[in-house]
């Protein structure tokens, strides 16, 4: 939300902002310019309408939300990519337990076999 109450350059109570100065030089209390300001003004500046100017701030304030919007569904995502990863982590981990074991087992039951042969 952008504030809506404004003093024009030449503190002119109660005048409408009509003008905005681009001027570099300018301190940021002497951009905003009313009908008197604009009548005044003896050094040539860069202006632009007020309207206009504020319709570009709120233009670049509605591309700051979409962006936040979009950081928000990167974050989800990247959330959600990290849990399958720990969930696929977990999942191998188990298939490895398996693995181990079933080796395991495998040697066990060659160890008993090989004892029962030399027996014989
Ligand atoms: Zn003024």
């Given amino acids: 939300m952008i504030e809506q109450n404004y003093l024009c350059a030449g503190n002119h109570q109660g005048a409408q902002i009509i003008m905005v100065s681009f ?6 209390n ?10 005044d003004l003896q050094l040539p500046t860069k202006v632009e309408g007020f ?14 939300k979409i962006l936040d919007a979009l950081i928000k569904v990167v974050t989800d995502w990247k959330m959600q990519f990290q849990q399958i990863s ?5 999942y191998s981990f188990l298939d490895e337990l398996e693995s181990l074991v079933y080796r ?9 076999l090989e004892r029962i042969n030399k027996m014989n």
Wanted: charged share 30%; glycine share 0%.
């Fill in 23 to 28: 001027d570099p030089t300018l301190k940021r």
């Fill in 30 to 39: 002497q951009r905003l310019l009313c009908q008197k300001c604009l009548d």
């Fill in 51 to 64: 309207q206009k100017t504020l319709d570009s701030i709120q233009d670049i304030d509605n591309v700051l």
């Fill in 86 to 90: 720990k969930t696929k982590i977990v």
């Fill in 104 to 112: 395991q087992q495998h040697y066990k039951q060659q160890e008993i």
